[in-house]
Each structure stands twice: as structure tokens, then as C-alpha cells.
């Protein structure tokens, strides 16, 4: 079945640190999407970036980076030099293309980053 | 933008009355979805559809229905408001991939309703 976990309830870093959300999955498919949303105070659910199975190579953009493992099932994400305006919830998502493509998510990670 | 709406932005209601929200999206996106996020649990899924008059049950079906007569909207109703209905909805649009290496679906979300049962 699917299932996405993210452990980590809620992190609180200072800032200009370095931070890593985990996100452990399990699916039954071979083919599958991989997400990260990031849901600031402000409640609405904002796309970081989409990563199908057939490609594990890790993927960076400016201050933010995934590192995807199908060996360990997780598609874990770091902020670098964290910001205050990355205090945001992050959700870890899968979805199964070819069977309904319903995302499931994870049940969220708080991030605080503090002054 | 995948120019999705949802209606009402905020709405409070009493036990008992029935509701509907409405999702719209204005690019002919096969597959919507209604999902809930209530604190500890993240979002889960109550309805999807994947076509006109196509829908399924998600994981928190109950006390809901769904209509999807025009390819544009996507309705989630709820027969008799509960308070363990008080929540935050969401509605999502997604494409079905042409290409797996292709990098043009992403997964779009409405902008949420805020919905308080007394």
C-alpha cells in the first residue's frame, strides 16, 4: 500500500543553519512520483519540485536539495543556510501515476527557523 | 498557474445544514481532488475524479459526496454538516503523465476553504 512518513513532527533550527527533513516511502509500483510542498504560515500549499522513480539523481536549486535513495525508500530534503522565511510546514507526497494518481501525503514536518 | 479556484474561501455553518464546496479550474485537467488537512494528520484524501461523472472514494469518504458534470468544476458536498467536518478543504488538479521524463505535471492546488461546523 502507499504510505508516505515523515517522523520529524516539528524542527526548530537557528538560522543560517543547515537543515534535513526525512521522508521514508512505501509503494507497490515500480513507477512513481515523489513531491515536496511547503505550506507557509499563510495556508496555501506551494509545489518545490516533482521526481519521478527512474531518476535518482539528486536535484539542487539554490539554497534547497533532495536526495533521493530507492535503495532506503526515502527522498529526504535539506535547506541550506536556512532562512526565517523557510519557517513553513513540509509535506512529502507520492503519488502512483498508473494506477488512480492520487497523492498521498506524509503528515507534515513544522520547520521553525529562528532569528 | 493551473488557474484553480475554490468557493467559498471561508464559510461557517451549523450542525446538520448541507454544504458544497466548489473547486473550478479553467485548463481541462482530467484528474481533481478533494482533500482535507486537519492538525496530526496532514492531508488525506476524501474524493477524486478522473473524469466527468468518474469519481472514487478516497480515505475519509464518509459523510461526503462528490459531482463532476463539467470537466471545470468539482463538487464536494457534505449531506449533513458534522463539527468533526470543521476543517480545512483543498482542492487539487493533476495531470496524466504522457512521458514519465517529461517535467510539466506537477500536482496544483487550490487555494483551501476554510470550513467551521457549530
Known amino acids: 500500500a502507499q504510505k508516505v512518513t515523515q517522523a520529524q513532527t516539528e524542527i526548530s533550527v537557528v538560522e543560517k543553519e543547515d537543515v534535513t527533513l526525512d521522508c521514508v516511502y512505501e509503494?507497490?509500483?515500480?513507477?512513481?512520483?515523489l513531491f515536496w510542498y511547503k505550506q507557509p504560515p499563510s495556508g496555501e500549499l506551494v509545489f518545490l519540485i516533482r521526481r519521478n522513480s527512474f531518476d535518482e539523481q539528486n536535484e539542487i536549486s539554490g539554497r534547497y536539495s533532495w536526495n533521493f535513495q530507492k535503495s532506503t525508500s526515502s527522498f529526504n530534503f535539506t535547506i541550506t543556510a536556512s532562512q526565517v522565511v523557510d519557517s513553513a510546514v513540509y509535506f512529502c507526497?507520492?503519488?502512483?501515476?498508473?494506477?488512480?494518481?492520487?497523492?498521498?501525503f506524509g503528515k507534515g514536518t513544522r520547520l521553525h527557523i529562528l532569528p | 498557474d493551473a488557474g484553480i479556484t475554490q468557493s467559498p474561501r471561508h464559510k461557517v455553518t451549523e450542525t446538520g445544514t448541507p454544504v458544497t464546496l466548489r473547486c473550478h479550474q479553467t485548463e481541462n485537467h482530467r484528474y481533481m481532488y478533494w482533500y482535507r488537512q486537519d492538525p496530526g494528520h496532514g492531508l488525506r484524501l476524501i474524493h477524486y475524479s478522473y473524469g466527468v461523472k468518474d469519481t472514487d472514494k478516497g480515505e475519509v469518504s464518509d459523510g461526503y459526496s462528490v459531482s463532476r458534470s463539467k470537466t471545470e468544476d468539482f463538487l464536494l458536498t457534505l449531506e449533513s454538516a458534522t463539527s468533526s467536518q470543521t476543517s480545512v478543504y483543498f482542492c487539487?488538479?493533476?495531470?496524466?503523465?504522457?512521458?514519465?521524463?517529461?517535467?510539466?505535471?506537477?500536482?496544483?492546488f487550490g487555494p483551501g476553504t476554510r470550513l467551521t461546523v457549530l
Open positions: 487539487a488538479i493533476s495531470v496524466l503523465p504522457q512521458e514519465l521524463a517529461g517535467d510539466d505535471n506537477e500536482q496544483f
Open positions: 509503494t507497490r509500483d515500480t513507477t512513481y512520483y
Open positions: 507526497a507520492l503519488s502512483e501515476p498508473f494506477r488512480d494518481d492520487k497523492i498521498i
